[in-house]
C-alpha cells in the first residue's frame, strides 16, 4: 500500500544516513588521480522493482564510473559472441581470495590463464575477447549492450579515463604477461584502451539498479518485455558476482547479504535480488535491482558505506539466495 511504501521509504532514508558515518573507515581511491576528487561522504541507493516500482534516498542521482561493474557487461557481451566453452578457454571461472589487481598467482596456476572475469586480468582478457579489432568496436559492444537496458546514450567520463590510462601501469603489466601466455586476442594497447573505457562509463544509481534489476530477471527486461540477452550467460554472469563480485571479501558478502553483487573503486555496487517465495514489507515478493554510490572504499575496493546499507537491507527484507 502506499502507506507501507512511504514508511518503508523513510527507513530507507534512515538507513542511509546511518550508513554514511561508516565512511569515516575507508577513503576514496587514489590510484586513478580522478577517483580521488569524489566526495567521501555521498552516499546513495536506488532500487527498483519488476513491477516499477522505485525507491531512492541520498544521491541517488549523482553520476560516476563504473570502474569494475561494468566487468559483468564486457563478460556478457564476450559470452554473445563467443559462446561460454570459448571464453572459457581463456578465463576461469574460480575464485581468488586475492586482490582484484593481483598479479601474483597469474603464473603460478595454469600459466597465464586468469581465474576469473570479475578481477583485472580476467577482465582484460575478456575485453580482448570481444568482436572487433580496434578499442571503439570492442567498446561498443559494451555500450550497446547497457544502452540496450537502459535505453539512452552512455557517456565515457574522459577525466577518469585519462587519469587511468596514465597510470594503469599494474594492468598493462598483466595485459603484456597475458599477451606473452597467448591469451589476448588483441594487442594490449587496443586491449587496454578499452578496457579503461568500459571503467569510464559513467553511470548513476538509478543505472545500475535497472541492469541488475534484468539480470536478476535472467536477462528479461520487465520493462521492455523481452529478453535483452540470453538466460544461461545470465545465469553465469550471477555465480560469478555471488562468488567472486566483491574480490576477496565475496565469501563474506554472500555469507551476510546472500545475493549476486559487483562492486568498483568508484564506489558503486550493483546487485541483484532475485523473487522470493514470501512477502517482505515495501519490496514484495518480486524481484529488485539495486544500485549504490558510496565512494569511500575499504581496502579491498568495495564501498563501506554501501556494504554496510546492503546489510541493513538484506536484514531487513531477508534477501539472501540461501
Ligand atoms: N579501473 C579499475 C582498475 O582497473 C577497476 C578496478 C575496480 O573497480 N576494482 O584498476
Not at 27 to 53: D, Q, R
Not at 137 to 148: F, H, N, R, Y
Not at 182 to 187: A, D, E, K, M, T
Request: hydrophobic share 40%; with cysteine; charged share 20%.
Amino acid at each position: 500500500s502506499a502507506a507501507m511504501i512511504d514508511a518503508a521509504s523513510g527507513m530507507v532514508d534512515t538507513w542511509v544516513h546511518e550508513a554514511k558515518e561508516y565512511a569515516r573507515t575507508g577513503k576514496c581511491a587514489t590510484y586513478i588521480p580522478a577517483l580521488a576528487e569524489a566526495n567521501p561522504f555521498h552516499l546513495g541507493i536506488c532500487i527498483v522493482g519488476e513491477h516499477g516500482e522505485k525507491q531512492m534516498a541520498g544521491e541517488w542521482n549523482v553520476p560516476f564510473t563504473m570502474q569494475s561493474i561494468s566487468k559483468t557487461i564486457s563478460f556478457v557481451a564476450a559470452c554473445m559472441s563467443r559462446g561460454i566453452d570459448d571464453v572459457m578457454q581463456r578465463v576461469d571461472l574460480e575464485p581468488t581470495g586475492d586482490a582484484f589487481n593481483s598479479i601474483m598467482r597469474l603464473e603460478s596456476h595454469k600459466p597465464g590463464k586468469p581465474f576469473n572475469p570479475m578481477i583485472n586480468a580476467g577482465a582484460i582478457t575478456t575485453t580482448s575477447l570481444l568482436p572487433g579489432s580496434g578499442a571503439d568496436e570492442k567498446l561498443a559492444g559494451i555500450l550497446d549492450v547497457l544502452e540496450e537496458i537502459l535505453d539512452k546514450r552512455l557517456v565515457i567520463n574522459e577525466d577518469v579515463f585519462l587519469s587511468e590510462w596514465r597510470t594503469a601501469s599494474l594492468n598493462r603489466a598483466l595485459a603484456y604477461y597475458l599477451e606473452e601466455k597467448g591469451f589476448l586476442s588483441s594487442s594490449v594497447k587496443e586491449t587496454l584502451e578499452a578496457y579503461c573505457r568500459q571503467c569510464s562509463i559513467e553511470v548513476t544509481s538509478e543505472d545500475l539498479a535497472i541492469i541488475g534489476l534484468v539480470l536478476a530477471h535472467d536477462g528479461f527486461h520487465p520493462f521492455k518485455n523481452r529478453q535483452v540477452f540470453p538466460r544461461d550467460i545470465c545465469k553465469i554472469t550471477k555465480a560469478l558476482m555471488l562468488t567472486c563480485g566483491m574480490y576477496n571479501t565475496s565469501g563474506k558478502f554472500a555469507a551476510f547479504i546472500g545475493v549476486p553483487a559487483k562492486s568498483g573503486v568508484s564506489g558503486g555496487i550493483m546487485a541483484c535480488v532475485p523473487s522470493r517465495g514470501k512477502q517482505t514489507p515495501f519490496l514484495g515478493s518480486g524481484s529488485y535491482g539495486i544500485g549504490i554510490y558510496g565512494p569511500s572504499i575499504d581496502e579491498y575496493g568495495n564501498s563501506v558505506a554501501g556494504v554496510h546499507l546492503l546489510k541493513r537491507l538484506a536484514s531487513e527484507y531477508d534477501f539472501t539466495v540461501f
